[in-house]
C-alpha cells in the first residue's frame, strides 16, 4: 500500500493538523523538512517530535496515544526508595548534555537508536538556547544514568535515558519529576507508553487529551535554568 506524507517546506515551519496523523503507522504525520531549532520547537509545540534512523528521511509523528507521568503521580516503588538510601549519587541537571545524549545514543548501538549524529547536533543547539535539558545521575565522578528532553512551558518532553548502574534512569527520572513540579511544572511527555513507563506511574492519554493540556500550558512561565546545578545529593 502506498502511503501519502505531506512533505514538509524548508522555509515553512508549520506541520498539518496532527488529526491528520496515520492510523497505520500509528501516528506518522510529515515528512522532510530539517531539525532547525526553530522547526523543532515548532513541533513539539503542536505535540510532534521526531523518530527516524539512520538512512530513512526525516519523519514527524504524533501518536494516538501517549505516555504522560504527572510529577505527583510518580511511583517510587519500596524498593526503589530503599536502593536510593543505599546509594550514594549525586544528581544534577544541565550538567553534562552532550554526554548523556551521546551515552542514550552509543548503549543502544548503531543498528537500535534512533538518536543520529544529526539528531545529536540539533538537540544541543536547543540545549544551548535553554529549550533542552539533561539530568545526571554521578557515583562520584562517574556518570552512570542519565536523561534528556525539551521543556515546553509547564511541559517537559521526554527524550531518552539511559543506566549503567541498576535504577540509575529510574532515579533520574525520580528526582526530576519532583524537582519539575516544583518549578511549576505539570505534566511528563513519555511518547511512547511502555510496560517500564507504567511501573513508574505514566498513564495513557488520547492524543487529543494530550494536545489540549499541551496547548493549555506550554505559554504558561516555568522556573527553569540552563546552567549546571545539583538536584539531589545521597552521598553520606
Not at 23 to 38: N, Q, R, T
Not at 69 to 93: E, G, N
Request: proline residues 6%; hydrophobic residues 40%.
Amino acid at each position: 500500500m502506498t502511503l501519502f506524507l505531506p512533505p514538509l517546506a524548508q522555509d515553512d515551519f508549520r506541520f498539518p493538523p496532527v488529526s491528520e496523523a496515520l492510523s497505520h503507522p500509528d501516528g506518522l504525520l510529515a515528512i522532510g523538512g530539517e531539525l532547525s531549532p526553530a522547526r523543532l520547537m515548532s513541533a513539539y509545540r503542536s505535540g510532534i517530535f521526531p523518530w527516524f534512523g539512520e538512512d530513512d528521511p526525516l519523519l514527524w509523528w504524533s501518536p494516538s496515544e501517549r505516555a504522560v507521568i504527572q510529577p505527583a503521580d510518580f511511583h517510587a516503588s519500596r524498593s526503589l526508595r530503599k536502593a536510593a538510601k543505599k546509594s550514594a549519587y549525586t544528581i544534577t541537571l544541565n550538567r553534562a548534555f552532550e554526554t548523556v545524549i551521546a551515552t542514550c545514543a552509543a548503549i543502544r548501538g548503531p543498528e537500535q537508536t534512533w538518536i543520529t549524529d544529526e539528531m545529536q547536533v540539533a538537540y544541543c543547539q536547543l540545549h544551548q538556547q535553554g529549550d533542552a535539558h539533561s539530568v545526571e545521575v554521578w557515583d562520584g565522578a562517574k556518570l552512570v544514568g542519565g536523561l534528556y528532553g525539551v521543556c515546553v512551558g509547564r511541559v517537559f518532553c521526554g527524550e531518552s535515558m539511559f543506566s549503567k548502574a541498576t535504577n540509575a534512569s529510574k532515579f533520574a527520572l525520580w528526582q526530576f519529576s519532583q524537582y519539575f513540579a516544583q518549578q511549576g511544572g505539570r505534566y511528563i511527555d513519555c511518547q511512547m507508553m511502555t510496560p517500564h513507563l507504567a511501573s513508574l506511574g505514566a498513564k495513557p492519554w488520547t492524543r487529543d487529551a494530550f494536545i489540549t493540556a499541551l496547548q493549555a500550558h506550554r505559554d504558561q512561565p516555568i522556573i527553569q535554568s540552563s546552567q549546571p546545578q545539583q538536584i539531589a545529593d545521597w552521598r553520606a
